[in-house]
């Protein structure tokens, strides 16, 4: 099996995680985090910088289909935006 060598290095955390294409999308999403910001926060603020960061990889005008576990009533929420898109 071969071994990949990171050249970047990971962002590192105690209290929170992201994991994102990029290390600075994971980075803010972090920062995000550490301010008191929630997951949701962090994932636009990620998506955010990952489409300045790899610009060939993502864009503002895909699909965003997003799923949001509440933990406080055990709820899953999903967000699709293909919806809205139709009525436009």
Do not use: C, W
């Not at 999308?25 to 994932?43: F, H, T, W």
């Not at 503002?60 to 293909?82: K, W």
Request: charge should be negative; glycine fraction near 12%.
């Amino acid at each position: 099996m071969a071994t990949q060598t990171a050249y970047r290095p990971p962002v590192m955390g105690m209290t929170h995680m992201v994991s994102a294409g990029h290390y600075l999308a994971a980075s803010a999403g972090y920062r995000i985090l550490e301010g008191g910001g929630n997951a949701v926060d962090a994932g636009v603020a990620s998506g955010i910088v990952i489409n300045v960061t790899l610009p060939n990889a993502t864009n503002f005008g895909g699909v965003a289909p997003i799923m949001v576990y509440m933990a406080e009533n055990q709820d899953t929420n999903s967000i699709n935006i293909d919806d809205k898109l139709e009525e436009l």
